[in-house]
């Protein structure tokens, strides 16, 4: 395995494990939490939102350059992921995702007109990868000790 191949897949691996992270347009600052889905052998992520969400309205033209941040600690991830975000009217694929939580936004399901489905297409993602919480505590305990510098992990860029 080279290390491109294991650099894809420890970043899907982890991010997999990862519930939600800040989703936001290029062209707009304001990044709002999100919960994703990922879908790693196509190179994508989709959101479940509402219509009437300002992102939602903002891709009503067309896909747009969009970012999200992805950062949890216990799994030893941080991410900022760089791609294209577009509405996406897939419902097989709304039906696969569906689960208990989007559920709760949603007082008719699935089948509530306000369901909007974000699908975006992974350009690029520059990673950290860390031990995690417990890794960290104890490459800093380690530095005191022998006064070299902690350990942080992995960092590197991947583009899709």
Known sequence: MTDHDDH????????GGINS??????????LVPMSHYAEAEAGRL??????GTDLARSLAAGGKEAVHVVGDEGKGLFARIHGTLALSDDRAKLDELWNAVASSWFED???????????????EAEVWLTGGSLS???QIAKSKVTGDKPDM???FTLSF
């Open 109 to 123: 399901g699935r089948q509530d007109e306000d369901v909007q489905l974000l699908r975006f297409d992974i350009a």
């Open 136 to 138: 960290f505590l104890y």
């Open 153 to 155: 992990g992995e960092h």
């Open 46 to 51: 989709w959101f479940i939102t509402a219509k």
């Open 8 to 15: 894809v897949e420890k970043f899907w691996s982890r991010l």
């Open 21 to 30: 992270g800040m989703l936001g347009l290029i062209q707009d600052a304001r």
